[in-house]
């Protein structure tokens, strides 16, 4: 199920206000990272998009393991644990202390691909630095459930669709259980590449699965795997063209039926663009028949 953001622009407004200043507290204040094992961190979704965590976020930390990493102080941290404890350090995620323990809120693609180095390299870290940005282990787990729904009164901290299917709070799983979710990666691909939506600033949570969700059963990418990344081989369009398959994507994100997705980009019908481009033949002739019209005298 697909939840719209919350409309009241106060709440927001509130909101946003609210939680940059518990980001901007522990950074200027110096809140000390906190170290938590990739085991006891809950994750606020149930899949990352692989393919951003492989090219993006896994190949940084890894360079800093196998190279070494001058930390933001300007410390040099000698190849292996030492560095990748350094960079991970520099790195820290958000992350709400609930009743049951800390939950992620952002940074999943980060945190998944420090994860994966650790199951490759057997002296990378086990464990990652967050910063708490809020106390919310008073409340009881119900409450505590709903304030994550709530988010910064912007987008959610959590997203409950399981690569298209709606799922459970109980079942959001711990770091090593994410899953890869091609669609995610392919959604993000086509708002860079093929400006199929816009990609909003200040970030919206979860922006990616909005429109992962939108196209999963449209289109479907035969010979990558989706069938068993999200993907429906069922779909209304199939290839194994990728720029064919992305061309209709992007067309399809366009549609009015698209409109509520954040983002979304209003393209006009073809009558439209008839008609604006008949009024604008029309002013053009008729400027320069004013111009250069002959006169009377």
Not at 24 to 50: K, S, W, Y
Not at 155 to 165: A, D, E, F, P, T
Not at 284 to 291: C, E, F, L, P, S
């Amino acid at each position: 199920m697909i939840r719209p953001a919350i409309s009241n622009p106060v709440k927001k407004g509130l909101h946003l206000v609210l939680f940059a200043f518990l980001l901007i507290t522990g950074r200027v204040f110096g809140q000390d990272p906190i170290q938590v094992p990739f085991a006891e961190l809950r994750a606020g979704q149930f899949n990352v998009g692989l393919e951003a965590v492989e090219n993006y976020t896994l190949p940084r930390a890894e360079k800093a393991y196998l190279e070494g990493y001058t930390d933001d102080s300007g410390v040099f941290h000698a190849p292996g644990t030492a560095a990748a404890d350094a960079f991970m350090r520099d790195k820290t995620v958000p992350v709400v202390l609930g009743p049951d323990g800390y939950h992620l809120v952002d940074g999943h693609h980060r945190t998944t691909g420090n994860y994966l180095l650790s199951v490759k390299y057997s002296d990378f870290p086990n464990y990652l630095y967050v910063k708490q940005v809020d106390d919310l282990s008073k409340l009881s787990m119900d409450d505590f459930w709903k304030a994550m729904l709530a988010g910064d009164g912007r987008s959610s901290y959590i997203w409950l669709n399981n690569r298209g299917v709606p799922s459970s709070v109980n079942n959001l799983p711990f770091i090593p259980g994410l899953t890869d979710d091609a669609l995610r990666s392919f959604s993000s691909n086509i708002a860079s590449d093929y400006m199929a939506y816009e990609i909003l600033d200040p970030v919206f949570d979860f922006q990616e699965f909005y429109w992962a969700d939108y196209l999963r059963d449209k289109v479907f990418l035969s010979g990558a795997g989706w069938e068993t990344t999200g993907g429906n081989p069922n779909a209304a369009f199939i290839s194994s063209d990728y720029k064919a398959v992305a061309t209709e994507a992007a067309r399809l994100c366009r549609l009015p039926e698209a409109s509520h997705l954040p983002g979304f980009i209003a393209v006009p019908e073809p009558s439209e663009m008839a008609l604006m481009a008949f009024v604008g033949v029309f002013f053009v002739v008729r400027g320069a028949w004013m111009r250069f019209k002959p006169s009377r005298a």
